[in-house]
C-alpha cells in the first residue's frame, strides 16, 4: 500500500534493514528479524523490539526506498497494514513497505517496468523527485477510489466532481463519468495529474511546481484512441486530436481506462454523427446520465448479441457459470449461461467452441433435477433437453426462466420454428440440379442434425465450421443461412411483419424507390430467375420493404445483388429477414451514403495484410490500392467478383464467421497471387491479375448446370491461368488465417472507425468549402475555422439534449451541405461571438432579426452556407449592402414576400410607363428627367452593384446630392418605396457613421477569441 510522501534523513537506519534488489532511484529491503536467516544477533534484537512494541507502531517487514544519487534526503512513499513507527519514519527518506514479500514484490516490478524508463529523461534530481512524488499520491488515489464509480464511493467522487467542475469550467449539465491518476506526456517530460472522462469530453490536469497542465477534448475531435508502447514508455494511451498526439501512461488500471474510453468515444460518434437516439437503450438515451456500469453493460450486450447473432432488443441480464452435458461427447463442459429477455444462451469457455441458443419460446418446461449437483433441466421443443450443472444460484436461475417462458410464450409464437416446412425450394429454384453430387454432401449434414440437433436449439461446434467449409446442400441453404445469421429468431417473433410493410410500400414513389427500380435489372441479370417478372417482382418487393423499415439506409447499391443470391436459396420472408440481419447486425453501416463500415473493414483489411504478408508490404507500400480493390469484395460478399456457383459458399462462411471470413479469404487470395502482384509495374496490371483469378475459380461439387455460370473463360486464358476450386480456396484461407479471432476484428473496427470517419468528415468539410467559397468573399483559411466554429456549436447543441431540433429534424439524405444546422438559441451564441458591432446593447434583438432574415426556407434551422454569407456581409460587404442588410432585418417576416412582390409589380409598371412615355413624346427626355429605376426596393436590389460603385468614400458626397435628387423627384409614390433611398441618402452625408460601418474588421483575431471562448460562452448560458 503507498504511502503519502513525507521527508525524512536517513542516518543509521540501514543497520535494521537487509537490501534485496536496488537500482539507480529505489531500493528493496527486508527488516532484520524477518525472512531467510533471521539476520542474527542484530535481527533477534530487532525482531524483539518489534514484537514489544504496541499496534500503533509495528514496522511492516518489506520497504522500497527511493534516493537519487546526488541527495542525502528520502520519501516515504508506501506501507503495509502496520503503521511505520516514528523512529523508523524518520531514518526513512522514500520508501514503499509490504507486509508480504509478494507484495513488495509486486511493486518493485511495477517500479521497474512503469517509472524506470520515465526517469531518465529528466533532466534535475528535482524533477526526478518532484514527479514520483506526483505519481505516488495518485496511486494512493487510485486505490482508495476501488471501482471508480458513483455509487461505491459517494464522497470521493463528489470531491472528484467539485475538482472537475472548478478547473476546466464546463457547463454544469456535463456528466463525469471516471477519473483516474496518470502521467501526461509534454514531448519528453511526463506531468503527474488526474485524467477525467466525462460524457463529452476528455480532460487532464496536472499541477506541479508551479506549472499547471489543462488539456481539453471533445471526443468527437479524436482521430486515433489506440494502446501503443515504446522504447521510454512500456504501454500507453495514445489520442491523436487536432493534428496532435497525447499519451497518458502509468495507469494503475490501463486496460480498464481505455475500454471506457473506447465506449465514450463510441457512444460520441453514434450520437453526434450518426444521430443515434439509443431509444432501445435507457442507460444511454440521456446524455446527462450517462454511468460507467451503463456504459459496461451496454457493451456487454452488444458484445453478447454479436456472437450469439440475437435482435438489438436483447440485453445481456445474468451470467452464471456453469457446465452443459453435451450428449455428442459425452461429458460436461465448462462456460457461461447468458440470459436476456428472449433467450437462454451457452458458450464453452474450454476450447471446445461449443455454444447454443435457446429461445424461450421453445421451452416446454423446467426442472431442478439434483440439488446435490446444482443442476438444472431445460426442456425444448423435438424432444430435446439441456442439462446445466454446478450452477450457483440455480434456484434463481430456474425461476427465472420459467417466468421468461410464461411471459414469452403466445399462442402466435409457440413452436413456430420446428413446425416450419424448411425445404420448401425457394419459388426461383426451378433449375436442374444435379442430385448426385449434392447427396453426399446432404448425408454428412444429416449425420451432423442427427448427433447436434436442428433447428434453433442446434449445438454449434468445430464439426459445424468444419462442414460449412467444405460446403452447404443446395436444400438446406436457406435453412442454414436462416439458422446461422439468426433471422429465423426475427421471423418467429415478427410475424405477419413483412406482409404489413409490402402492403404499405405499394405503389409509393420515394427516392429510395426510384433507385430500387433502376437496378432490378442489374441484379444477376445472367440468372434464368431475374430473366422474368416473376424474380423481378420478388426482388422489388423485398428491397421495397426494407427501404420502408430502415428510412435510414434506404436502399443502398450492392443491396440489390445481394438480395438477389438471397432469393435464390431463401423464400421471400426469409430473403427479407436474411436482409435485415445483415444490413443492421452482421455489417453494420455498410449500407448508406457513407458506407462507413465498408470503409472501416478496409482498414482492419489493410492492418492484417500488414502482419499476414509482410512480403507483400514490402514491395507495395501503398496499401491504399487494396482498398479500392477490395471495396466490392466486402459490399456483395465476393458475390459481384466470382461466379455465383462459387460465391454462394462465400456466403455461406460469412453467415456462419460473420466478416471474418471475409477477411480471411481477402488474405488468402492476396497471397495466393503473391508472385504475380509483385512484379506488377501498376495498379492497373494487379487489378488484372486478380481479374483473370477470379473468373478461373470454379466449384467441382456444385450441382448447377453450365447455363447458369459465368460466360466461360477463353481457351488460351485457360491455359494461363489454371483453375482454383473455391473450397479448397476457403479451406486454405480457414487453416493460414483461422487464428484470427472475432474480438481482434472487433477491437481493430473500434480503432479505425474514428479515423475514418474523421477522414470523411475532413473530405466534407473540403467539399462544403469549396461551394461556400464561390459564394463569399471569405478566404479559404477564414472559412475552415469558420467551419470548426459552426460545426462545434451545432454539436454543443446535442451534448446534453436528445432533442435538439439539429436533432430533431436531422435528414441523412440530405446534401452534405445541409448536414450541419444550427437552431435560434445555437446560432445566437455564435453570432454573438463573431458579429463585427462588439458593443451593441441589443445583441438578442439583432441575433434574432438577423436569424429571421438568413433562414431562407423558414425551417427554424441555417445552414454553414446562410451562415457564411451574412458573415460576408458584415465583414466584407460595402457600405450600402451592409445598410441594405440592416434595412431589411426590420421588415416582418409575413411582410418580405409581399414586399418583393409589390416591388417586381411596380418596377413593371414604371417601365410600361416609360415605353408609353417615349412612344408619345416625339424625342426622348433628358437624362435628369427620366424615373430613376432605384426608386422601387426591387430595383435597389437589382442594382447594388451600380450603387456599390457609386457609394464609395470617395464618392460619398456626389452619391449622397444625387440620392437626394432622387428621391425629391420621386415624391409622388409611396412613402414606404423610399425609405431605404431616403435612409442611405441621410446616412451618406455623415462621415462618421460611413467610416463605422466601413471600418475593417480582423476576422483572424475575431476567429481566434471564439475558438478560445465558445464553450465558456455555452457554459454560461
Known sequence: MWLKPEEILLKNAFKLWVTEKDNEYFVLQRRRGYGEGGGGLTGLLVGTLDTVLDSTSKVAPYRILHYTPDSQVY????????????LVLFFWLFFNVGVTREEIIQHWDWLQQNIMRTLSVFDSSEDITSFVQGKIRGLIAEEGKSSLVLEDDPEKFREALLRFEKWFELPPQEKLVTYYSCSYWRGKVPCQGWLYLSTNFLCFYSYLLGSEVKLVISWDEIWRLEKTSNVILTESIHVLAHGEDHYFSMLLHLSETFVIMEQLADYAIKRLFDKEAFQRVPALSDPLQITKRGLEAH??????????RLPKEENLLEVHESYLWVPFSNHNTLGKICLSENYLCFASQDGSQCHVVVPMREVISVEKTDSSSRAIMVCVRGKRALRFSEVRDFQRLANTVRSRCGISASPQHSGSSEVRSWNVKSPFSSRVVNQSSDASCEQSWNIHFSEYGRGTSMFFTRKTRDLIVRGVPESLRGELWMLFSGAVNDMATHPGYYTELVEQSLGTSTLATDEIERDL???????????????????????????????????????????????????????????????????????????????????????????????????????????????????TLFISVLPIESAVNVVD??????????????????????????????????????????????????????????????????????????????????????????????????????????????????????????????NVSHLDELYNLFKRQHFLCCYWTMNSPALLHHDPSLAYLEQYQLGFQQFSVLFSLLEPWAFCTSKSTLSLWVFRLIDENQDGLINFKEFCCALDTFYSGSFTNKLKFLFKLHLPPEEETLYRAVAHVTSLLLKMEEVGRRLQEPSSPPEATKPARTTTPAAVEESSTTEEASTTPESSDTCSSHSNQEAVSNLTHTEWSFSFEQVLASLLNEPTIVSFFERPVDIQTKLGKARATQLKLTASK
Not at 457493451?299 to 450469439?308: A, D, G, I, L, V
Not at 447499391?557 to 430473403?575: C, D, H, R
Request: glycine share 2%.
Open 75 to 86: 520519501w516515504s512513499i508506501a506501507c503495509g497494514t502496520w503503521l511505520c513507527s516514528p
Open 299 to 308: 457493451t456487454k450486450s452488444e458484445q453478447f448479441q454479436t456472437f450469439f
Open 521 to 635: 435489372h442489374r441484379s444477376l441479370p445472367e440468372h434464368p430467375a431475374f430473366q422474368s417478372d416473376t424474380g423481378i417482382s420478388a426482388l422489388r418487393r423485398v428491397l421495397t420493404a426494407y427501404a420502408s423499415r430502415n428510412p435510414k439506409i434506404g436502399y443502398c447499391q450492392a443491396m440489390n445483388i445481394l438480395t438477389s443470391v438471397l432469393l435464390l436459396y431463401a423464400k421471400e420472408e426469409e430473403a427479407f429477414w436474411l436482409l435485415v440481419a445483415v444490413c443492421e447486425r452482421m455489417l453494420p453501416d455498410y449500407f448508406n451514403r457513407r458506407i462507413i463500415g465498408a470503409l472501416v473493414d478496409q482498414a482492419v483489411f489493410e492492418d492484417l495484410i500488414r502482419e499476414n504478408l509482410p512480403q507483400l508490404v514490402e514491395h507495395m507500400t501503398d496499401l491504399s490500392f487494396f482498398s479500392s480493390v477490395s471495396l466490392s469484395w466486402f459490399l
Open 653 to 778: 462462411c460469412f453467415f456462419y464467421d460473420g466478416i471474418k471470413a471475409i477477411l480471411q479469404l481477402g488474405l488468402a487470395v492476396l497471397d495466393y497471387n503473391m508472385e504475380a502482384l509483385i512484379v506488377c509495374n501498376d495498379d492497373a496490371e494487379a487489378v488484372t491479375v486478380l481479374n483473370k483469378f477470379f473468373d478461373n475459380v470454379t466449384n467441382k461439387d456444385s450441382p448447377l448446370p453450365p447455363t447458369v455460370q459465368q460466360a466461360p473463360v477463353s481457351n488460351n486464358d485457360k491455359a494461363s491461368h489454371i483453375s482454383v476450386d473455391i473450397c479448397e480456396l476457403i479451406r486454405e484461407a480457414y487453416e493460414k488465417y483461422g487464428h484470427i479471432r472475432s474480438e481482434d476484428v472487433e477491437s481493430s473496427r473500434k480503432r479505425n472507425k474514428l479515423y475514418v470517419i474523421q477522414t470523411l468528415e475532413d473530405t466534407t468539410k473540403q467539399n462544403v468549402i469549396r461551394v461556400v467559397s464561390q459564394e463569399v468573399r471569405l
